[in-house]
């Protein structure tokens, strides 16, 4: 299901973000898309990373341009650390500053814990929690005042519903260490870092109507999934002025999934 977000100056109201630049990982499908069209909508210059469909990041950058935005895809591999700091020095160089960072790739190896090889662990760890910190670290040189760090988690790194996820959620938990540290490292500076936690959210990945979608659902306290819509609307709040006084936080965007 693709995204559809209007700009800001559609919708009637004020554009937030103008003149910031945000570089969002996995940005060509999914949680990542709607995270990089909204952020477009509030005014920001997007620059999203993508590892096989160049044609869905293009279709992003070309929504994003047509509604009178920027944007950039680069091809990055946020397994491969060289691609992960090229993609942090590649936005900088494309827009000439850096703003906002939100680490939205990642993978996932679902299975019983006794049949996880080492080759499993070793690619979630490196695209789901070296990744993020790498990035973090390669942004922090750019970040001036007012910089955002954003990371998408899981609801599964609060609570683990049913087995198979450990390797999973073991990932998405260790990003609860990394922010909290983060926003103590660069509080300082005035940049902040925080955490979003989505829940059963209805992506090509995770279909709403998918096999597992009402067992899902149903662990929800809404008793449905969301939208990506819903997890961009939270991480374009952490990215503008109303984030200003938000950090070291993990927000659930998970419909009651972790109560």
Known sequence: ????????????????????????????????????LRLAADGAAVAL???????RAEQVVK???RSGGR?????????????????????VERFGRLDILVNNAGVGVLGPFEG????????????????PFLAAQAAAAHLAEGGRIISIGSCMAERVAFPGGTLYATSKAALTGLTKTLAKELGPRGITANLVHPGPIDTDMNPADGDS???????????????????????????GEGGRYITGASIAVDGGFAV
């Open 1 to 36: 299901m693709r995204t559809q977000t209007k700009t800001a100056a559609a919708q009637g109201g004020s554009r937030p973000l103008a003149g910031k630049v945000a570089l969002v990982t996995g940005g060509s499908r999914g949680i990542g898309e709607a995270i990089a």
């Open 49 to 55: 990373t993508y590892v096989s469909r160049a044609d």
């Open 63 to 65: 929504e994003i341009e």
């Open 71 to 91: 944007a950039w895809a680069v091809r990055a591999d946020s397994g491969d650390a060289g691609e992960v700091w090229a993609s942090v020095a590649g936005a």
């Open 116 to 131: 996880i090889s080492l080759e499993d662990v070793d690619r979630v760890l490196r695209t789901n929690v070296r990744a």
């Open 213 to 239: 979608a009402e067992l899902q659902a149903g662990l929800t306290a809404l008793g449905a999934y969301g939208r990506a819509e819903d997890v961009a609307a939270t991480v374009a709040h952490l990215a």
